[in-house]
Structures are given as structure tokens and as C-alpha cells.
Nanobody, 127 residues
Framework: QVQVVESGGGLVQYGGSLKLSCVLS????????VGWFRQAPGKEREFVSTIHWISGTTYYTNSVKGRFFISRDNAKNTVYLQVAGLTPEDTGVYYC????????????????????WGQGTQVTVSS
């Protein structure tokens, strides 16, 4: 099993920024991809960004390109999501997820392919 714990959410003003953290523990060697998803009130969970543990290759959904930046610290088993230029549309619960996935856009952006999930961290952007 892999345990996933997110932190770093909060209330920010329009245009503000946050740094979200995702710490993995347990059998992390059974995973190769870590992703971030978010869910706004009344909406379905959507893909945000993901990173490959080994290569560091990243992928973003179009709406966050240029504003969000995903990175990893392998020594700390931690993945970060730096979010900036926040708007109220970015409000939601941000979830970190891990799994062993083939690196294709369809696969890494589909939440059903991730086996391990955290409890989420709330990000609220005020206008």
C-alpha cells in the first residue's frame, strides 16, 4: 500500500499563489506517476497535472499551463504543485494521486488509473 497526504491549501485572493505538497509513504516503489486532480463544488473531479517519478516528465491540463508548476523531490518522496495566478475558477479540493501508469496523455489524465489517493486539500480563491 501507498499512503498519500496533501497539504498547503488555503484561502487566497484573486491572483494569489500557493504551494501544495504531496507526501508519499509505504510501497512507493510500486508507483511511477503522481498526479494532481481537483474537484469544484457541484462538479466532477478533473485532471490538473502529473509528473513521472523517474524522468520528471510533466503534463498539464490546458487551463493551468503557464500558471501551475509541478515538481518532485525523490529523496523526500514529495511532489509539489506550485499554483499561481489563481482565479475563483481554481477553487476546489485538490487531490494527489499515485499509481503505476503507462505514460500516455489519455492514461495519465484519467483518475481511474490512479490507485492511491489522499484526502485532499482545500483551495479557495476569493474574487
Amino acid at each position: 500500500q501507498v499512503q498519500v497526504v496533501e497539504s498547503g491549501g488555503g484561502l487566497v485572493q484573486y491572483g494569489g499563489s500557493l504551494k501544495l505538497s504531496c507526501v508519499l509513504s509505504g510501497r512507493t516503489g510500486s508507483t511511477n506517476v503522481v498526479g494532481w486532480f481537483r474537484q469544484a463544488p457541484g462538479k466532477e473531479r478533473e485532471f490538473v497535472s502529473t509528473i513521472h517519478w523517474i524522468s520528471g516528465t510533466t503534463y498539464y491540463t490546458n487551463s493551468v499551463k503557464g500558471r501551475f508548476f509541478i515538481s518532485r523531490d525523490n529523496a523526500k518522496n514529495t511532489v509539489y504543485l506550485q499554483v499561481a495566478g489563481l482565479t475563483p475558477e481554481d477553487t476546489g479540493v485538490y487531490y494527489c494521486a499515485a499509481g503505476f501508469l503507462s505514460w500516455t496523455q489519455a492514461t495519465i489524465s484519467d483518475s481511474r488509473n490512479y490507485n492511491y489517493w489522499g484526502q485532499g486539500t482545500q483551495v479557495t480563491v476569493s474574487s
